[in-house]
């Protein structure tokens, strides 16, 4: 699994990747959430799979997120260990 910690909407990055998660048997069952500086979650889903459940850069309320660099933290529930990092997003 990779993770790309740059996003781009509006560019050549349109949505955040996580390269394999929905291949590996033991990361398709997951959870992924995106938190800003304040530790606010303002985006999550489970089952992320790069297609039709992505991170683009919208907030779950529906509202463009502001440049800037956002937390992630990736669950399985297959037990395999949680992993986290940042992501840049521009616009």
């Not at 699994?1 to 909407?9: F, G, L």
């Not at 990736?74 to 297959?78: M, R």
């Not at 260990?81 to 997003?89: N, P, R, V």
């Given at each position: 699994?990779?993770?790309?910690?740059?996003?781009?909407?509006n560019g050549a990055n349109p949505v955040?990747?996580?390269e394999y998660?929905?291949?590996i048997p033991e990361t398709k069952d997951n959870r992924?959430?995106?938190f800003d500086r304040w530790q606010n979650e303002v985006w999550s889903a489970?089952?992320?799979?790069?297609s039709s459940v992505v991170f683009k850069g919208v907030s779950n309320s529906g509202s463009d997120l502001p440049t800037g660099i956002y937390f992630y933290k990736?669950?399985?529930?297959?037990g395999k260990?949680?992993?986290?990092?940042?992501?840049?997003?521009k616009r």
């Open positions: 699994m990779v993770v790309y910690n740059a996003i781009s909407p955040f990747t996580i998660i929905e291949l992924v959430a995106i489970s089952n992320y799979n790069n990736i669950e399985f529930a297959s260990k949680m992993q986290t990092g940042f992501l840049s997003l």
